[in-house]
């Protein structure tokens, strides 16, 4: 896929919602329990109640690896779901890996080759061997970590170094890289201010956001700061919709959660596309 | 586990040897391939073939993900072989994971728990919350990623931060979190003149080293500087013995290789037994 592509899909659903499907037994609804991939069957219809309001899905690998074998069947049967039934959506292996050269590409290889993922995410703090493995990956996207959404990004990611904090180290450090091109970024939304920095680093980049809603970031604010002309943001909201109920019109309320989000980002594009052609006046 | 239990097995070995268990199928003996489940099968003739020379095995998870289901399937087999088999031997899952709190959670129960590895890597860019769901699990590891060997290690964690360069900041501030006893550090081999450095901040925890052999660090400066006095030192080899021959004589080579470095070990342990001695007269 292309960021054009996914531009396009983008205008044509009026949306730029990232579904996380991050699936604990322990949340899913009972009667799905008997079934015999529980997980699956709930991605499943998630899938299927939402898939036009969204355009993107990220399951998140320590969801399915905590359930050993039988997860890492329920995360391929997924991913082939979704690149069969409706290949024009973005899949994202939410994996954060990173490891010395060779090892970097056996989880390229993993996630962009075998399972046939768009993108994945990963770690920066081992640097730029660690990193471009992933950015060989023709026609795929590698996402890396910059200002993630928790308390413990105060620790590392805004330490002042000499090129400025942390994350705008990662951001300027990894434009250098080569295939960088394939790279987009992780900008958690609870950290609104932030995105203009990020923005006169890198105005072109898709910006995988996470912490909207649970976390508490705020989607105007984050729009507000971090839209560029092709949007350039992929929201990202998991357990406020696909928890929204434990019962059996789970698929139905997921729907209702995701169509709010999709309503409220419809909003935020015809305002932008508003303000740019009140600008061209 | 306990440190205590580790340093005596090391005693009574007379190594501090770790063996890499990065199993690469166009890397292993063509007559493998016919067993039904040839990265097992390698495992368990490198295991049974080193074990009274090594204190630690160490498989990298993405070796194993880039196979995946089957993959896994190999992974729990080397790892319930080992913990049948030989449960003095300290596992290492060099995983590098981190994430959100209720994610890295999800992580520390499928390696730690199901799993029933003794330790796993983790990398610290996320900060305290991410790091702290793997420290809470009782008598187990957490070997955090502080300076690695790899070139990329200068692209950001020798970046000076305000409380010096950034693998000091995480060494630093990795001892402020909850059940801080529980971490270890992975240092690379490669930059043996910095080990004076981790050992100001990290003075009595084990370091992981990788980068002896294949990656040019060496031996002997590492212990020269890394050195504590109960060893505090895991010497990771994986190429270097796992690779030593292709043929049916596969696991005996590796031996030889194992042999060579525990030899190694050995004359090192006891010199700086001796100088031990030689400092109370």
Not at 38 to 65: G, M, Q, R, S
Request: aromatic share 10%; net charge negative; hydrophobic share 40%.
């Amino acid at each position: 896929m292309t960021t054009q592509q996914l531009y396009v899909q983008i205008l044509k659903k009026k949306s730029f919602l990232c579904i996380g499907l991050d699936v604990d037994l322990n949340k899913i609804p009972t009667h799905l329990l008997n079934t015999e991939d529980p997980i699956f069957e709930f991605n499943k219809a998630i899938i299927d109640a939402t898939h036009d309001l969204a355009v993107a899905y990220k399951p998140n690998t320590a969801f399915y690896e905590a359930y050993g074998i039988k997860g890492w069947r329920s995360l391929e049967k997924t991913i082939n779901y979704l690149n069969q039934k409706h290949p024009e959506i973005f899949t994202i292996a939410d994996a954060k890996r990173g490891d010395i050269g060779n090892t970097s590409a056996m989880y390229a290889k993993a996630f962009l080759e075998d399972l046939a993922f768009d993108s994945v995410t990963v770690a920066p703090y081992m640097g730029k061997d660690s990193v471009e493995p992933f950015l060989a990956v023709k026609d795929k996207f590698t996402i890396l970590l910059a200002l993630t959404s928790n308390e413990g990004a105060f620790d590392f990611q805004t330490q002042k170094t000499g090129h400025g904090e942390l994350y705008k180290t990662v951001l300027t450090t990894s434009k250098t890289w080569e295939n960088s091109d394939n790279l987009m970024y992780v900008i958690g939304a609870t950290k609104a201010e932030y995105f203009t920095e990020v923005r006169k680093i890198v105005p072109n980049s898709f910006l995988l956001v996470p912490g909207v809603g649970a976390q508490g970031g705020s989607l105007h604010e984050v729009c507000r700061y971090g839209m560029n002309d092709t949007v350039g943001l992929l929201i990202n909201s998991s357990r406020g919709i696909i928890y929204a109920s434990k019962g059996e019109d789970f698929a139905e309320k997921a729907r209702e959660e995701a169509k709010k989000m999709q309503q409220e980002m419809e909003t935020i594009l015809l305002d932008a596309q508003l303000a740019k052609a009140l600008n061209i006046i």
